[in-house]
């Protein structure tokens, strides 16, 4: 365990980097590292426990292989976590295991056989190997996205951050499955945990690998990207990669695709991420493409009902529009996960995080905001006739609603896990469906009866799109092909393969007789739809990170595409494969593209928070759309509180009126993303830490001029975390990754101290009133520090601490024992200590320190007297998965509260 600690304390950046130097040593720590992991999701998908590790070993010689193309070594577990997936689905599609028939068996081998069963019978083994029997025969219970979890915290021995980083979701995320599949499995967890927890690897597992990587050739870098969907983070949002498994039963079927009628036992395995990366297309119309995130399903009610009435709508800002109770203003329209024209040309709607935003398409005005029955949208279509609008609703459901009024009309009920995509019929009667349960479902739209259930993809059906006679569908998933379809009878029609990556988008041509699709392999294919064959390949620039749209325009003449590597959206001649013209969009606003039914206008959104219009004809301007961002990072008041900061997973600072909810100003001071943000005293100034690619700088920023100011070098790796000013503004203060605190001279930049104790991120920093004392937080623990000695004074076992303003009291919480504690600063002990689940996570004390704000075991927003305890008064929180940020206004009326959902919500403090 010593060694362990040890090898987590290298990051994986310092380890790749030796190991590209020509230390192979340190490849023999990444693979201690992660070893246990690795083999825990190759047990949870293969089923057994042996030949795991043999797949285990295979994987990491694969690795060895492919590091050098693996660009961002920061993002290496969830690289890895792609090659174990992907190595896991080859073995189980080619291999079978063989059976030897007892008739051609000797008599010798069965004796032999049977008498060695009876000795191992008489050993600790067969316990061991019958409880772990009994562990999976209990874990077949949970739903696969917590079965993951489940195998990777007690088996793999991760903690929920190493995980969310593995499967790349939020560590939000992995604590909620993690207590789902406790709630369910409470009386068992015991077992579980005791039987994972003690399971040996073969003890000769890295030297095994050691000694065979001396056989294997790596592979020299290349200008094209890992082969991982991870390539476009950085500035582009953190959406959810979707990765999808499927058990040792099913898969062996899924060399070719098949009928639901078909006589077979099948066992659907999926392996859920939230948000937040999977940047895939997935349009329902040939017009129109789009990124294919699905965002994580929760049991909660999201935003609470508002007016339908898309005329009492226009009456009121749409600041206002369907607010929970509380709320008074809400800043930001979410992220956008989808976009699509009505086939008259009128409407634009916007499906994404908090529900579907409906605009005039020809002036860009707000016109209606839909959220009955949703959560967030993440797919939408148009009936042909303009009536109904699809798109997925809560619980796996599919909503029908009328798109001018809002009123739902009716919920398609069958899925077993999330809706990715939706598209109707060109006759309007009928809606395919395709979904992460792997099936494609086709549904009367007068009955809302389900009409056809059928499969074919090893994993998720990413996209499916009807043909423009409405003869045939169209769909891919995460195999690398495309399937076609009888639409009226789910027949299989054929396959087109070709691609050697991922596909991203697949749109027909309006005339019925091409499909044009893109994919990670940096090619646009055409393929001939009667005959299955490749007609045409286009290939995108060196530089691309993969095709990740591709739409038709109205007439079949042109195709345009786009790739997140350049931020040019390309126009191509369908008939010669000529490149005719190119967009050159501000970075990261290529996530989604549709064309007007006329083709005049081209209109795309993306991860900037915007929605541009294009003139087709001269590749002009337009129009712009402002109000959507990112996931937020943080958020800062102004000192008068007349200004709230927000950044987020993009390269923008945006600043807004809170009393208004007006966006006043957008900055993007750097290229890259900010993690962290705090305001000086003089209400100005603001302290940035940047993203990942600007690793040891910590800069001030000018909001007025929107100049960047002095800079502040020395962190050693990954940037800066957290910052924090002293009262006077004397001091700045910053947290690393590498858990330093740099203290630094504001006047001269020069370094005053580096406190050192942390081992991890040092996620926030606070001054004391008189700058005094600071106190940082981390995973590790929390410390108080004399700033001018650098000694600490008091030592916490908490990774969050809530200060009253006069720093009298603070409340510690330490999330991994559950434990919360009240406590006089002056006190050796705390006052009151917290050990149940069911309790408020504090997050904030008031300005004048009489109450305390946080989130309850319901999810609701509890506002507490900060010295009882007593709950004063609660709202639904009205964010989708939950709040993430929470800070008081400096006159103590307003709470501001920010969430995935990517939007801030103002709050009435009630008093």
Known sequence: MRIMRSLMKKSDAELIHQILSGNEAAFSDLVQKYQKSVHALAWRKIGDFHIAEEITQDIFLHVYKKLPTLKDSNQFAGWLYVIANRQCIAWLRKKKQPVQSLEATSQDTLEETAYACYISEQRE???????????????????????????????????????SKFLGVSPNTVKSRLSRARKRLREE?????????????SPNLTANIMRDISNVEQTPPSVSKPLLPFGALGSSVVLIILLLGASNQYLTYFQLPYSFDAQSETAIEIVEVSVFHDIQSKPNMQKRVRSDATPNQTSKDGLQKGKSSMQNNLAQDSTKWKLPEGAKTRLGKGHIFDMVHSPDGKLLAAAGTIGIWIYDAHTGEEL????????????????????????????????????????????????????????????????????????????????????????????????????????????????????????????????????????????????????????????????????????TTLTHTTNSDGVTLVVFSPDGQTLVSADYADDMI???????????????????????????????????????????????????????????????????????????????????????????????????????????????????????????TE????????????????????????????????????????????????????????????????NDYVRTLAFSPDGKMLVSTSDSGSRFWNIATGEPVKDLKADTIVLSPDWEKFVSIDMVSRITQFWNMDSEDPLKTITSEEKTYFRAYSPDGCTIVGIDSDGQLSFCDASTGEVIHTFENGHIQGVWFMSYSPDGRTLATGGWDSTVLLWDVPQ
């Not at 209990?138 to 007690?154: A, C, F, G, N």
């Open 189 to 201: 967890e015991s077992l579980i945990r005791e039987t994972l927890g003690t399971v040996p690897l």
């Open 125 to 163: 083994e067969a316990e061991a190997e019958r409880r772990r029997e009994i562990v999976q025969n209990l874990l077949e219970k949970l739903p696969e996205s917590e079965r993951t979890v489940i195998i990777l915290h007690y088996l793999g021995e991760m903690t929920c951050e190493a995980i």
């Open 695 to 758: 690793y040891d700088t910590v800069y001030l920023f000018n909001t007025e001029t929107g100049e960047r100011g002095r800079v502040f070098t020395g962190h050693k790796k990954n940037g800066a975390v957290s910052v924090a000013f002293s009262p006077d503004g004397q001091i700045l203060a910053s947290g690393g990754s590498d858990g330093a605190i740099h203290l630094w001279d504001v006047s001269t930049s020069k370094t005053l101290k580096i406190l050192e104790w942390h």
């Open 570 to 692: 390309q126009f191509w001649n369908v008939a010669s494969g000529e490149r005719l013209e190119t967009i050159k969009s501000p970075p990261d606003t290529t996530n989604h593209i549709v064309f007007s039914p006329d083709g005049r206008t081209l209109v795309n959104a993306g991860s900037d928070g915007t929605i541009r219009f294009w003139d087709v004809a001269t590749t002009n301007p337009i129009r712009t759309l402002d109000g959507y961002a990112e996931m937020f990072r943080d958020m800062a008041y102004s000192p008068d509180g007349n200004t709230l900061a927000t950044v987020s997973t993009g390269p923008s600072l945006r600043l807004w009126d809170p009393h208004t909810g007006r966006l006043k100003k957008i900055y993007a001071p750097g290229s890259v993303s900010i993690a962290c943000i705090a305001y000086a005293p003089d209400g100005v100034t603001l302290a940035c830490g940047p993203g990942p």
């Open 368 to 535: 209606n905001l839909l959220t009955e029955h949703m959560e967030s949208a993440s797919t939408i279509a148009f009936s042909p006739d303009n009536s109904l609008l699809a798109s997925d609703g809560k619980d796996n459901t599919i909503l029908l609603c009328d798109p001018h009024t809002g009123k739902h009309k009716m919920t398609l009920t069958g899925h077993t896990e999330g809706i990715s995509s939706v598209a109707f019929s060109p006759d309007g009667k009928t809606l395919a469906s395709g979904s992460e349960d792997e099936t494609i479902r086709l549904w009367d739209v007068v009955t809302g009866e389900q009409l056809l259930v059928f499969a074919g993809h090893a994993g998720r059906v990413s996209e499916v799109i009807y043909s423009p006679d409405g003869e045939m569908l169209a769909s891919h998933g995460r195999d690398e092909m495309i399937h076609l379809w009888d639409a009226e009878t789910g027949e299989f029609i054929r396959t087109f393969t070709g691609h050697t990556d991922l596909i991203w988008s697949i749109a027909y041509s309006p005339d019925g007789k091409a499909i044009a699709s893109g994919s990670e392999d940096r090619t646009i294919r055409f393929w001939d739809t009667d005959t299955g064959h490749l007609k």
